[in-house]
């Protein structure tokens, strides 16, 4: 219950945040989206109509189709963002801010609605539309699910276009990859350390003197060489990035010649790392 409570916050905050965004950056400078929000700003910009209600009555039957075809659990937190969007874009309806330079409008248009929506994923919710399409021509086609989310909101800029002019929807395109970066990033978490897979005869060695200086954990792989055929110990180390430059340093103190591949990694829980 404690888990159910803090995502349906989340998820309250997430779709504020991108309910706010849509109104006052995308819809006060005419900018479009993708999905079935594209559909309703275009049905805003053309008839006058509330996206806040073009957005719920767009996504009911697809409501009814995934409460039947997918279950209603995976409907629930759907259901719930998808609401609290709506109400939250007719609550927000008044606050924009149109700008003479679209690129700053585009700019901060995708931070603020990939921030939104990353909060939403990231607590189990969406905001329903495309996103349930494309579980359903998954489940029942086996299409992926990128690729139609892709392709419906190709279709959707391109049909925003022809009203709101080539130079806008290239704009909101800047917008949709700005949004789409910013929501992996909330996705995977702010927070990203290191991860070192260190190839040496001396990894023990390496390993003890890791855990001793930097109280850090470390483990031991088995390893064999393709070319030599001889059998070596792989280590495999994560820290935080300001720790890299220390771990570098114990490596090469002990073993000069040691090959050692670093990588990015994100969202790390687990004992000295942040937990979720």
Known sequence: ??????????????AFIFAFGLNYFTIANKLSEGGFTGIALLLNYIFGLSPSIMIL??????????????????????????????????????????LNDLL????????????GLGIIFRSGGTTGGVDIIARLAFKYFGISMGRTMFSFDAVVISLSAIYIGIEKAMYTLVAVF?????????QEGAY???AATIISDHAPEIASKIMKEMDRG???????????????????????????T????????????AFVVVNDVHDVLGEGFEKD
């Open 178 to 186: 700005v949004g789409a970066r910013v929501i992996d990033f909330v």
């Open 1 to 14: 219950m404690k888990n159910h409570l803090k995502n349906a916050v989340l998820i309250a905050l997430g």
């Open 246 to 257: 220390r771990l570098k340093s114990i490596v090469h103190s002990i073993d000069k010649r």
């Open 104 to 115: 700053l409008a585009a700019l901060f248009a995708g931070v603020s609605i990939g921030v």
């Open 57 to 98: 009555l767009l996504n009911i039957p697809l409501f009814i189709i995934g409460w039947i075809k997918l279950g209603r659990n995976s409907m629930i937190y759907t259901i719930y963002g998808t609401l609290l969007v709506s109400l939250f874009l007719w609550l927000t309806e008044d606050f924009q801010l149109p």
């Open 218 to 244: 470390a483990t031991l792989l088995k390893g064999k060489g393709g070319y030599t055929g001889s059998e070596k110990e792989v280590l495999y180390c994560v820290v935080s990035r300001n720790e890299l």
């Open 192 to 194: 990203a350390a290191k």
